[in-house]
């Protein structure tokens, strides 16, 4: 049984008092004083000789298919907008309703999940999207179903953020109207996060 450091009980209580998962997760892994804030905890479940963001075991940076899917390739020539960001924000743009097209669903995906610029690490190109995430690992991945009968092709896609695609991946859904879905890859962040993790 575990009891939490300065825990509040009576003697005949204190035997009760057991720490959630949550506790000790919080107990193991935060700072405090007297010891340097780098230094684990001296205790089996923590990681004594992590190295952060180690480069030979980072994840890939997106999914990638094992198969060539095919692509439909977005332009990167993003539509002007006229509203105001602070109309937008405050959900009140002052502008007409219109159907879904390829120019603002690339704009959309883009401004999400784009990559906008690269650079060349030892363990390969390291993308930067339009959108930040902590430690850089981007753990988002985004999808987008289009049923028959809209202005956008049929099907369901992948959106590759690196070429600026939709690939493939599903045929179109029975019914509904276009739809973006986000799905989360969670040990992505693993490397950045690992002593909260391990």
Request: proline share 12%; hydrophobic share 40%; glycine share 6%.
């Amino acid at each position: 049984m575990t009891v939490a450091p300065g825990a509040r009980t009576s003697r005949a209580c204190q035997s009760r008092y057991v720490e959630t998962a949550a506790q000790i997760l919080h107990r193991l892994t935060s700072y405090e004083p007297g010891r340097a804030w780098d230094a684990p905890v001296d205790d089996p479940r923590v990681v004594q000789d992590l190295q952060a963001s180690d480069p030979a075991r980072l994840p890939w940076f997106f999914k990638r298919y094992a198969q060539r899917l095919p692509r439909l390739w977005l332009s990167r020539d993003l539509p002007a907008t006229t509203a105001p960001a602070v109309a937008v924000l405050a959900g009140a743009p002052d502008l007409p309703r219109t159907e879904l097209d390829l120019a603002q669903l690339s704009r959309l995906l883009h401004l999400s999940a784009g990559v906008v610029r690269t650079i060349e690490q030892p363990y390969g190109t390291h993308p930067f999207r339009a959108a930040g995430s902590a430690g850089g690992r981007f753990p988002l991945e985004l999808y987008v179903a289009v049923p028959e009968g809209q202005s956008l092709p049929a099907g369901v896609y992948w959106y590759s953020p690196l070429e600026h695609a939709l690939a493939q991946v599903g045929p179109p859904p029975r019914a509904g109207a276009p739809a973006v879905i986000v799905t989360g890859v969670p040990w992505r962040t693993r490397p950045a996060r690992r002593p909260r993790c391990a």
